[in-house]
């Protein structure tokens, strides 16, 4: 397996896909995934774009559909949820195709969405993610991380640096052909500066700041836990997962 870390979806190569891709979006695009996936939601169909997502889900039988839409950490209005995973209860969202469309979780998505296989990561699920990488190796991975409209995000970051350091072997030049690029290094070494203190970095990262103003406090202590959904998001058709 040859892993690389690209840090905003912007950073992806345009002329190749890999085998695999796993999008990256802790605060708060692929947390609220897993979190609607593990609820029992029948599947849930990204979008860039908040009309077509109006549009698309119009078709869709009223009570069996929720509009979720965020821009800029707030709601949009007109949609049912913003993107809060503390909403996605099991009563909420079971059974139920669950339209998103976010400022940049759901345009990485979309970046990536013709490679073979593509999956979604977070802390929550983190675990699963892993494991099924483990068992599957593709040849190449990508761990695309969302940021923030085309910028780093330290928590997106330190996401993907976890996912490196339990699939590769402890660094040293012995592993140098596993290594995709350099910022599978950084991303590694970010992780383990704050793997003891994720809430922490997330109060101190710039995302996490715009979401204390809005006053979600509690999502980002959510957004923190590790590995405490047994769910792995993966691409059935371009952007339905
Ligand atoms: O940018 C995104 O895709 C969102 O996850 C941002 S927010 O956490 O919902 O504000």
Known sequence: MKLFVYETPEATPTDYLPDCAVVIDVLRATTTIATVLAAGAEAVQAF?????????????ETKLRLRAGERGGAKVEGCDLGNSPLDCTCELVKGKRFFLSTTNGTRALHRVENSSVVLTAAFVNDHSVIDYLKQEQPETVWLVCSGWQGSYSLEDTACAGKIASLLLPPLSHKIAKSVGNDEVIG???????????????????????????????????????????????????????
Request: glycine letters at 2%.
């Open 187 to 241: 991303a590694i070494a970010l992780y383990s500066q704050w793997q003891d203190n994720l809430l922490e970095l997330f109060h101190l990262s710039s995302h996490g700041q715009r979401l204390l103003r809005l006053g979600q406090t509690e999502d980002l202590a959510y957004c923190a836990q590790q590995n405490v959904l047994k769910v792995i998001p993966t691409q059935k058709e371009p952007s339905i997962l």
């Open 48 to 60: 860039s774009d908040i009309e077509e997502l109006m549009d698309v889900s119009a078709k869709w």
